[in-house]
């Protein structure tokens, strides 16, 4: 999936400005890292992308969508489309590891046997197929964040947002995450990451877009962490 | 049908998982349901009692000796409170009258003519019209005298007055309350589940998906509610008139006891449960729905 932001300004009541005069471009397909320092406008960028926020100015476009424009009875439809793993997981805590999968196609009415497949399917690709009945809060942070990645990857999208999925990890379960988020890339999904981990972004070099107190401050192919590569 | 299916288990983990809130909202929707329907029945049968009491509620009105009778029927057949008019002539009255004074009817062997002049025994649709039908009469120019049971009309009217009052007192009050009680257990029901109402609209459900199991618990939960109410109905109303009929027996044909028409009332009342719960539950749900999944 394309996405496109047009002159995009995000600012917060009463007056705290998280973005400012964005354009972007992301073709399909792409790796992106959306870097920067906290507060700098990752994760708003991203939530606009999944239209949980919507620009003061500017538009952003997703596909054939113009999120600002786009009906309520769209978005359920578009999000589909849209597989998101989030750095807190966003996980059931009363269901567990399969039926917290299970439930993102359950919703999009597919029938019980194709469910079963699809689900048992993404528990093993990600690796938890022996953790598939536990809660989330039996699971360590790594777990967790594998089975919002199996939730994301479940209706097979053809955009994933991740916030900061490396976040709280170790870096060989972060490296595991990567390795995860690379194949999906690489079946032709548009990637967009927010991360802070340099490590990550310099080892596996893909186009970095950095962000400074809301503005867009490098767009660079191939680039590392820092400015000069000088992590 | 599938997303049926998952909507109906979604709605059995929301009663699971909530399982003592819902007991509660049952207990209350029955008590305040049977309450709803014991009160609108004794309203009918009050209703009924009037209605009959209403029936044999007669004015009297004379015509005077040198007026036409014919025209003073036609005239007060034209009056909109009347239901009936029955015509005496004097000596229909004169023999009416001994045959009510039976043993006595020798007092009213008078000489010369008969005394009683041409009379109207009417009818009214309703015991409030009588002041202004007696006011009506008066003013016609043929009528020489009114004769109407007064205080009765007054007493009758007041009655009917008071319990159709007291009756909308106790409806309004049982549907707030019911209503109040479904409300808060599908909000509380809601709340507890806001996180995860919010994850399952980000991963793509649809608001009908994420509301309807909601709505369902509370539809189901008032429904069951007025179930119970019906059960105790039945079992309280049928005992409570045989008391009365066996304590006061001119009641006997004014209580409604009919199978037919109290087992028609139960099922309106189980309707009107559900119908409420769905209310009830579908205006929190839209709600809360909408203030969650609104983007900032």
């Keep these: 999936m394309k996405i496109s932001f047009s002159g995009v300004s995000k600012i917060f009541e009463p007056d705290i400005v998280a973005l400012r005069d964005i354009n972007l471009d992301i073709k399909k397909g792409e790796f992106v890292y959306i870097i920067g320092a906290t507060g700098s406008g990752k994760s708003t960028l991203l939530r606009l992308i999944t239209r949980e926020l919507l620009p003061t100015r500017g538009n952003v476009y997703a596909g054939d969508y113009d999120l600002r424009k786009m009906r309520k009875a769209d978005i359920p439809f578009y999000r589909r489309d849209v597989g998101l793993v989030a750095q807190d997981f966003k996980l059931i805590p009363t269901l567990n590891v399969y039926d917290n999968i299970a439930f993102v196609m359950e919703a999009m009415a597919v029938p019980p046997k194709i469910v079963e497949y699809r689900t048992n399917e993404v528990i093993d690709q990600v690796g938890l197929w022996r953790r598939r009945f536990m809660k989330p809060a039996q699971l360590s942070g790594g777990e967790q964040q594998r089975v919002a990645i199996a939730r994301a990857l479940a209706n097979s999208p053809s955009l994933f947002i991740a916030d900061e999925p490396t976040g709280n990890l170790d870096l060989k379960t972060a490296s595991d995450v990567m390795k995860i988020l690379l194949a999906i890339n690489a079946a032709g999904v548009t990637v967009v990451m927010s991360t802070h981990n340099q490590i990550i972004v310099n080892s596996c070099r893909q186009r970095v877009i950095e962000l400074d107190q809301g503005r867009l401050v490098r767009d660079e192919q191939s680039g590392g962490y820092g400015r000069n590569d000088d992590f | ?296």
């Excluded at chain 2, 043993?103 to 109207?120: A, K, M, R």
């Excluded at chain 2, 008032?222 to 066996?246: C, D, H, K, N, R």
């Design chain 2, 1 to 296: 049908m599938t997303t049926f299916r998952y909507i109906l288990r979604d709605m059995g983990r929301l009663l699971f998982h909530h399982w003592i809130l819902g007991l509660l909202t049952l207990i209350t929707a029955a008590v305040m349901l049977w309450i709803l329907g014991i009160t609108t029945l004794f309203s009918l049968n009050i209703e009924n009692l009037l209605s009959r009491l209403e029936s044999e509620l007669v004015v009297q009105a004379y015509v005077k000796k040198d007026a036409n009778h014919d025209e003073a029927e036609q005239k007060i057949r034209e009056l909109n409170s009347v239901y009936d008019v029955k015509t005496y002539s004097p000596s229909e009255s004169l023999a009416k009258l001994q045959e009510k004074m039976g043993n006595q009817s020798g007092v009213l062997d008078l000489p010369g003519e008969n005394p009683i002049p041409w009379n109207f025994e009417i009818h009214v649709h309703n015991a409030n019209d009588v002041e202004n039908l007696v006011k009506e009469l008066s003013a016609m120019p043929e009528i020489d005298d009114v004769i109407y049971a007064g205080m009765v009309v007054q007493r009758v009217s007041a009655l009917s007055s008071v319990s159709s009052h007291v009756a909308l007192i106790m409806f309004i009050l049982s549907v707030i309350i019911t209503a109040l009680v479904v409300y808060n257990t599908i909000h509380i029901s809601l709340y507890s589940r806001r996180e995860e109402i919010g994850i399952m609209y980000l991963v793509g459900a649809t608001r009908t998906y994420i509301a309807t199991p909601f709505v369902l618990e509370g539809t189901l939960l008032a429904f069951l509610g007025a179930l119970l109410a019906v059960a105790g109905i039945l079992m309280t109303y049928f005992p409570g008139v045989s008391l009365l009929q066996e304590n006061l027996p001119f009641l006997n044909t004014s209580l409604i006891n009919d199978y037919n028409i109290i087992t028609r009332f139960c099922f309106l009342l189980a309707g009107f449960g559900a119908t409420l719960g769905w209310v009830c539950s579908y205006i929190v749900v839209a709600r809360f729905v909408h203030s969650i999944t609104r983007p900032e």
